[in-house]
């Protein structure tokens, strides 16, 4: 069985900095592109940032230099580092893993909420 659990989420002032954390378990993590989503109510989910099996990341050009997706292989954990936050990026946080073998075959966790007061 699949599971991509998120935590981490929370209320954070503005300015401040969070982490979220995504636990994989039932898949061979190394094979799996990582990233997180984000979703805000009437809006479609957007990819925040990205990291390939070998440690290659990509982000939205509005989190570049704020945030830093991170992975550890070892204990099947994707991690982002949210820094200086603003009132913007208040959403609701998603972990996906994509297969590499295929590019078909992705998972999602079920979010960890993100607010960030002003």
């Known amino acids: 069985q699949v599971q991509l659990v998120e935590s981490g989420g929370g209320l954070v002032q503005s300015g401040g900095s969070l982490r979220v954390s995504c636990e994989a378990s039932?898949?061979?993590?190394?094979?799996?592109?990582m990233a997180w989503y984000r979703q805000v109510p009437g809006k479609d989910r957007e990819l925040v940032a990205r990291?390939?099996?070998?440690?290659?990341?990509a982000y939205v050009e509005s989190v570049k230099g704020r945030f830093t997706i991170s992975r550890d292989n070892a204990i099947n954990m994707v991690f982002l580092h949210m820094n200086s936050l603003k009132p913007e990026d208040t959403a609701v946080y998603y972990c996906?893993?994509?297969?590499?073998?295929?590019?078909?075959?992705?998972?999602w966790g079920q979010g960890t909420q993100v607010t960030v007061s002003s």
């Open positions: 996906n893993a994509k297969n590499v073998a295929d590019w078909v075959t992705d998972y």
């Open positions: 039932g898949i061979d993590f190394g094979l799996y592109v």
């Open positions: 990291i390939t099996t070998g440690g290659g990341t």
